[in-house]
């Protein structure tokens, strides 16, 4: 139990990693040469192998290993960073996800790309000096075999020897690291003399057992190569003030990263070491900064501070969040009822309670949003996860394309992102396959050869946009219409706007792509995309300019918990109307209702004749209202039927409503999206003027039985 | 939440009975959650007659079936002592209207018979078993069949 949730943590820490990774990269893109960003990178990809150690996950491990051998390489400078490198770190990176995924799921990866991938990372390090490449066995055999001593011949590489200062921090000591099993992993590299420098040590009656008083030094000859020490001290580089130098003129290690002038100021020197005559003065060819302590001389090393470390973050499990959420939503549901309370008692003024009810009710709100914010995530990790679809699907149809995205620090609720990831997903690929021209046509075009694929997030007025733009050719709307035609989804008659054709790409059954490529069209098709938005309770629009390319826009609420609605009378019940949806309302004039046939019926708005849907006849709760001219009408705009008034009894209000779902415990229900609970603890619907319309109270909406029930116990 | 359909290893199970439609029947006490009074509730709109509408269960949206309904014995009259059982079955939360909640039965395991062997195939799959009391027969209600879709039909 206690080893599931160690790794449980490591791989949520993988997750993050990779994310730290896949930024990284993206970062090393713009600049390569910024050693910082390069050596996030490494430390990413290192602590996953790390981690996946412990758990004996040698696949992980060793592929790992593999893509971090070359990247140190990188690091050091040895290996040039081309267009080439990059992408081939790309797909490394996620065949390196690949490979955690496939780990935590306990399924086999992918071997196949896996054995490519390898093969060309290794090609990298082939180009490299025989030394080095000794040096990747040899580290990799130390790592599988842990610290037993290696048994490579020793005579290959030649035996250098090395001088490390080691300063621990009090902090060392406090995170329970040892130094002797330290110098004992060294001691198995070769011959190592030790000695302790007292000389900080205090008079006995100032001696703090806390701190750290004594520095070491060290001689270590090894044939190892210098990255192996830094293994080593891997765990405590934060901890403590280190410096490992080698003693050899004939150096064949690369121009280390980090070069620093050997005179460290606090180092003591004590005449006990045997080589130390010849060594004290020979100049020290190079002085190797420990990649992750980031401040080169501080004595006493904070914790960790990296400069580009995320913020501090705490873990919570979600459920304590949802359940935090659903009682703050009880809270307010509580001080409406309250509120209605305290006005039906119609106290005298001079009670002042209304100042503090509405003191109360701000807090309440003011909780509300804190709890919500809780669940509000940046779209970043969502947006990195589309690189890889965009390099994945430009590979598999031969095109370039970039990924450009923007506002990827906009925070959406958590659920959003995660039911957004399919769609998106499609969308993106969609936008590579369909949207983009083949290089020769972009050439033709007079573009650049390279399609970029924009993916932006805003906050727009109480909404989420997210944008999906290729500069592609845009849309062959000819070609949409013809295809429609076919498929026998419009008349071949019919006349269409241009908006309606590029919705004709909506439609179920729909897929431009006359052959079925790899990629996109296998099927599943844009209908699919607009279903999941609107499950989550937005909508996907369509623009597109011939030869400038195509953008898909989705609009999401902010928050999938709270909704602003118009709280209105349906027959004798009292509903929720989300007022997201509603244009404009209008009391109707006589004169301006007109009657089509037995029982159509329109108004004219400023000379558009726009149809009337009766709410309640359409929920089949009465016939209708008996005066026609009575009542109110919600004018809103729906996909199936266009411009449409909705007439209902009256508004009563205008409030933000905590939205419950009907579908956990009941089902699905037409025309309604979900419910709520009113101030008085009474239960109103909250209605989907879209499936509304769609119900025709001609037919009434048959089995009602089945369809309501089907989705009941796997809602 | 607990596990209802694979009981304690004990053997001894406790039941709720009450009536509807005018036959006795039982639940286990373990998948009941509470028992309220009849409040009205909000009617949902093309639901069949034996979905009464959605009640406001601390928060929670709940339906409320009634029972005889279901069950194809007519509908539950209006009445003081109908009560409405709070049930959960799986992940779902639902009210069932009944006419009365009669008393707490104790009984062995080996004192609940199998459903006897009748025509309907829909009847067997409500019942899970029936527990004879004196006179009478309780029937132990399935409470996976009442949420199951097929089960719309009379017994």
């Not at chain 1, 897929?511 to 699919?528: H, K």
Request: glycine share 8%; net charge negative.
């Amino acid at each position: 139990m206690s080893t599931n949730s160690i790794r449980d943590t490591f791989f949520e820490e993988c997750e993050e990693l990779l994310e730290a990774l896949v930024e990284g990269l993206s970062a090393m893109e713009e600049n390569a040469e910024d050693m910082e960003v390069v050596n996030a990178v490494f430390r990413a990809v290192h602590s996953i192998k790390g981690g996946a150690g412990a758990f004996a996950l040698d696949r992980l491990v060793s592929f790992a290993h593999t893509f971090e051998t070359v990247m140190d390489k990188v690091r050091s400078q040895v290996l040039k960073v081309d267009e080439e490198l990059m992408l081939l770190f790309h797909r490394s990176g996620d065949q390196l996800a690949d490979l955690v995924e496939a780990a935590r799921d306990g399924r086999e990866p992918n071997a196949e790309s896996e054995a490519t991938i390898l093969k060309e990372l290794e090609a990298h390090l082939g180009d490299a000096d025989k030394e080095e490449e000794f040096s990747f066995d040899a580290m990799s055999l130390d790592f599988d075999a842990g610290p037993v001593a290696l048994d490579l011949p020793d005579e290959v590489a030649s035996v250098r020897r090395f001088d490390i200062r080691f300063n621990p921090t009090p902090a060392l000591y406090a995170n329970g690291h040892e130094p002797l099993l330290l110098f004992d992993a060294l001691a198995e590299l070769g011959a190592l003399s030790v000695s302790a420098d007292l000389g900080r040590l205090p008079e006995f009656d100032a001696f703090d057992p806390n701190d750290a008083v004594i520095d070491w030094q060290l001689s270590l000859e090894t044939a190892e190569d210098e990255t192996v020490l830094h293994e080593i001290f891997e765990f405590v580089d934060a901890l403590c003030d280190l410096e490992i130098s080698v003693c050899e003129d004939a150096d064949p290690q690369p121009a280390p990263a980090h070069i620093e002038s050997p005179a460290a100021p606090s180092l003591i020197d004590l005449p006990d070491m045997e080589d130390d005559g010849e060594d004290d003065d020979d100049p020290a060819p190079a002085l190797v900064q420990v990649a992750s302590s980031s401040k080169g001389g501080a004595k006493q090393a904070a914790p960790r501070d990296e400069p580009r470390g995320p913020r501090p973050t705490l873990r919570v499990d979600l459920e304590r969040v949802d359940r935090l959420i659903n009682t703050v939503g009880e809270l307010i549901i509580n001080q409406a009822m309250i509120s209605q309370r305290i006005e039906e008692l119609e106290l005298p003024a001079v009670a002042h309670l209304t100042n503090e009810l509405e003191a109360y009710k701000l807090l309440a709100r003011d909780i509300q949003e804190g709890v919500m914010a809780i669940r509000a995530q940046p779209v970043k990790p969502l947006f990195q996860r589309m690189s890889r679809i965009v390099r994945e699907a430009s590979e598999a149809t031969g095109k370039k394309s970039k990924l450009v995205t923007v506002g990827d620090s906009t925070e959406v609720d958590k659920t959003v992102i995660e039911r957004l990831a399919d769609p998106l997903t499609h969308m993106v690929r969609n936008a590579v396959d369909h949207g983009l021209e083949a290089p020769e046509k972009r050439l033709e075009a007079g573009k650049d050869p390279i399609g970029s694929i924009r993916l932006s997030a805003s906050h727009r007025s109480g909404s989420v946009f997210i944008e999906i733009a290729d500069d592609g050719a845009g849309l062959n709307r000819p070609r949409i219409l013809e295809k429609a035609v076919e498929k026998g989804l419009v008349s071949p008659d019919a006349e269409l706007s241009e908006q309606e054709i590029d919705n004709l790409l909506f439609l179920p059954g729909f897929s431009t792509a006359s052959e079925v490529s790899n990629l996109s069209g296998r099927g599943v098709g844009m209908d699919v995309v607009k279903n999941a938005v609107a499950g989550l309770g937005g909508r996907v629009s369509i623009s597109s300019a011939p030869g400038n390319g195509t953008t898909f826009t989705i609009v999401l609420p902010l928050t999938l918990a709270v909704m602003d609605g118009f709280v209105i009378s349906i027959s004798d019940q009292t509903m929720v109307i989300p007022i997201a949806s509603i244009i404009e309302t209008i009391r109707p004039n006589r004169k301006d209702l007109h009657y089509i046939g037995t029982s159509g019926e329109v108004i004219s708005v400023r000379g558009a004749y726009v149809p009337i849907v009766d709410v309640a006849r359409n929920l089949g709760l009465s016939a209708g209202e008996t005066d026609i001219s009575g009542g109110v009408l919600l004018l809103v705009s729906t996909e199936t039927q266009g411009l449409t008034a909705l007439r209902v009894g009256g508004i009563h209000d205008q409030r933000q409503v905590v939205i419950k779902s009907l579908e956990s415990n009941y089902g699905a229900i037409p025309g309604v999206s979900a419910a709520t609970i009113l101030g008085d603890g009474k239960i109103a619907l909250i209605l989907d003027p879209d499936e509304l319309v769609k119900l025709n109270p001609a037919a009434p909406f048959l089995p009602p039985a089945s369809s309501a029930r089907m989705e009941l116990r796997h809602a | 939440m607990l596990d209802v359909v694979e009981a304690p290893t004990e053997t001894q199970f406790e039941f709720i009975t009450f009536s509807s439609g005018d036959q006795s029947f039982c639940l286990e006490i373990t998948q009941i959650r509470e028992i309220r009074r009849w409040t009205p509730v909000t009617k949902l709109p093309h639901t069949p007659d034996d979905v009464l509408g959605v009640m406001n269960l601390r928060g929670a949206v709940i339906p409320i079936f009634d029972l005889a309904a279901r069950f194809g014995l007519g509908t539950t009259a209006d009445n003081e002592r109908n009560v409405v059982i709070v049930a959960a079955a799986g992940g779902t939360t639902i009210g069932l209207l009944v006419e009365s909640v009669s008393e707490i039965l104790s009984v062995d395991k080996s004192a609940i018979q199998e459903t006897p062997d009748i025509k309907s195939e829909a009847a067997r799959q409500a019942i899970l078993g029936v527990i004879s009391v004196g006179e009478s027969m309780v029937r132990v209600v399935n409470l996976d069949a009442v949420l199951d879709n097929d089960m719309g039909g009379a017994v």
